[in-house]
């Protein structure tokens, strides 16, 4: 294989370009052929230098699929690895975690793996990959440093990096009478002002959205409905309609508590209101066809110098503290870290709030009214 990699080439190899979708129901089928686990060990005492020779003697190549709303998106981690590895020949492709992980899948029953590493919104799949032993069971250097809703036991997977997702706002946009908490967003006067990514297109803003309903009832969802909100499609797409002066207002899109007072957007975590957080997860595959450098990548964004340089602040380590003066993630409550990985790993009652979210924001024909669907305005 050239040392090039084109990103049709990494997305479908081999017959996995054409089985496509119907990878879920192979691997289902072959999951007894899965490789064996096999124990993870004690912690990684090498440095990144000498994993960093060790990656070059074993071919120096490296394949990450990392979920992610634009292709460039992680354009910062490839840098920053590149910076610190030169030598590396990385090829880092970002797309939606719910398509990589049907590739992953795919790639796995027609046997054309192509990443190393998988890091993924995704959180279920890690836990069914390790069931069905396809996760390299690895305890990086630092692991035992990291928040124990942060790693698998067993080294199976491990997040590196903590996201949450909340509202957000354009300071000159709204003025001095801001929207502080989610129930600000149905006042009249922010109808047509309020950009947001779909819910029922993303997991991650789906459980924001089922957070907003359970905590202020669907009748608050009927309002904010009301208020000709434009939908894209990302989690991008809120703070990058905010940014361009577009909209005032984004719902279910990342940001950050310790951004410079000029930045055009502003992150909301409203005291004793919900948001939500999560551990982005990340594994090394059991059958990856270059693990050293799998691991010096692990052990790179697990160092204590990548956690200090998150764009939010948090960190997934317990001994680094937080920028500003945010609390770790895990001492927010109504981040509720707990929820998401309950939440994604209920599949049908994921699509159930797909499908009622749906019908709220205009995608299914229909009257988009608690009544019409059957549901009490204040459940």
Same mark, same amino acid.
């Given at each position: 294989m050239s040392s090039f990699l084109s990103r049709r080439r990494v997305l479908t190899t081999g017959a996995g370009a054409a089985l496509g979708l119907g990878a879920v129901g192979a691997t289902t089928a072959t999951a007894s052929a899965a490789p064996a686990r096999h124990t993870?060990?004690? @912690?990684? %005492? !090498? %440095?990144?230098? @000498?994993?960093?020779? $060790? $990656? =070059? #003697? @074993?071919?120096g190549k490296l394949v990450v699929y990392a979920g992610g709303d634009t292709p460039t998106q992680q354009d910062g981690t490839k840098a920053g690895f590149k910076a610190r590895f030169p030598?590396?020949? =990385? %090829? =880092? *492709? /970002?797309?939606?975690? #719910?398509?990589?992980?049907? !590739? /992953?899948d795919n790639q796995f029953a027609t046997n054309t793996l192509v990443p190393d590493v998988v890091q993924l919104q995704t959180l279920q799949d890690f836990v069914r990959w390790k069931r069905q032993g396809r996760l390299l069971h690895y305890r990086p250097a630092g692991f035992s440093k990291v928040h124990d809703g942060f790693k698998d036991p067993q080294g199976a997977w491990v997040a590196v990096a903590a996201i949450a997702f909340s509202f957000m706002y354009g300071p000159q946009a709204v003025g001095s009478d801001a929207p502080r908490t989610p129930l600000d967003l149905v006042d009249p006067r922010w109808k047509g002002a309020i950009a947001s990514s779909y819910p029922h297109d993303d997991d991650a803003v789906l459980y924001l959205y089922s957070l907003y309903a359970r905590t202020y009832g669907w009748s608050w969802v009927a309002r904010l409905a009301a208020q000709d909100v434009r939908f894209a499609r990302g989690s991008n797409s809120p703070g990058d309609a905010v940014r361009a002066g577009q909209k $005032? *207002?984004?719902?279910?899109?990342s940001g950050s508590l310790v951004a410079p007072s000029s930045s055009p957007v502003r992150f909301v975590v409203p005291e004793e209101h919900p948001f939500m957080a999560w551990g982005q997860r990340a594994a090394i595959l059991q059958q990856a066809a270059n693990p050293t450098a799998a691991k010096l990548y692990l052990n790179w964004q697990l160092s204590t110098a990548t956690q200090q340089n998150a764009f939010n602040g948090w960190s997934v380590r317990t001994d680094v503290t937080p920028g500003g003066s945010l609390k770790p993630i895990w001492e927010y409550p109504n981040a509720h870290l707990d929820g998401f990985p309950k939440f994604m790993a209920d599949r049908a009652e994921v699509e159930r709030w797909k499908q009622t979210f749906a019908l709220y924001f205009g995608e299914v024909k229909g009257d988009p009214t608690p009544g019409w669907l059957g549901l009490h305005p204040g459940a």
């Amino acid at each position: 294989m050239s040392s090039f990699l084109s990103r049709r080439r990494v997305l479908t190899t081999g017959a996995g370009a054409a089985l496509g979708l119907g990878a879920v129901g192979a691997t289902t089928a072959t999951a007894s052929a899965a490789p064996a686990r096999h124990t993870s060990g004690p @912690e990684e %005492t !090498r %440095t990144l230098d @000498e994993l960093y020779q $060790a $990656a =070059l #003697k @074993e071919g120096g190549k490296l394949v990450v699929y990392a979920g992610g709303d634009t292709p460039t998106q992680q354009d910062g981690t490839k840098a920053g690895f590149k910076a610190r590895f030169p030598d590396i020949d =990385l %090829t =880092l *492709i /970002v797309d939606y975690s #719910k398509y990589h992980d049907v !590739r /992953v899948d795919n790639q796995f029953a027609t046997n054309t793996l192509v990443p190393d590493v998988v890091q993924l919104q995704t959180l279920q799949d890690f836990v069914r990959w390790k069931r069905q032993g396809r996760l390299l069971h690895y305890r990086p250097a630092g692991f035992s440093k990291v928040h124990d809703g942060f790693k698998d036991p067993q080294g199976a997977w491990v997040a590196v990096a903590a996201i949450a997702f909340s509202f957000m706002y354009g300071p000159q946009a709204v003025g001095s009478d801001a929207p502080r908490t989610p129930l600000d967003l149905v006042d009249p006067r922010w109808k047509g002002a309020i950009a947001s990514s779909y819910p029922h297109d993303d997991d991650a803003v789906l459980y924001l959205y089922s957070l907003y309903a359970r905590t202020y009832g669907w009748s608050w969802v009927a309002r904010l409905a009301a208020q000709d909100v434009r939908f894209a499609r990302g989690s991008n797409s809120p703070g990058d309609a905010v940014r361009a002066g577009q909209k $005032a *207002i984004g719902v279910g899109g990342s940001g950050s508590l310790v951004a410079p007072s000029s930045s055009p957007v502003r992150f909301v975590v409203p005291e004793e209101h919900p948001f939500m957080a999560w551990g982005q997860r990340a594994a090394i595959l059991q059958q990856a066809a270059n693990p050293t450098a799998a691991k010096l990548y692990l052990n790179w964004q697990l160092s204590t110098a990548t956690q200090q340089n998150a764009f939010n602040g948090w960190s997934v380590r317990t001994d680094v503290t937080p920028g500003g003066s945010l609390k770790p993630i895990w001492e927010y409550p109504n981040a509720h870290l707990d929820g998401f990985p309950k939440f994604m790993a209920d599949r049908a009652e994921v699509e159930r709030w797909k499908q009622t979210f749906a019908l709220y924001f205009g995608e299914v024909k229909g009257d988009p009214t608690p009544g019409w669907l059957g549901l009490h305005p204040g459940a």
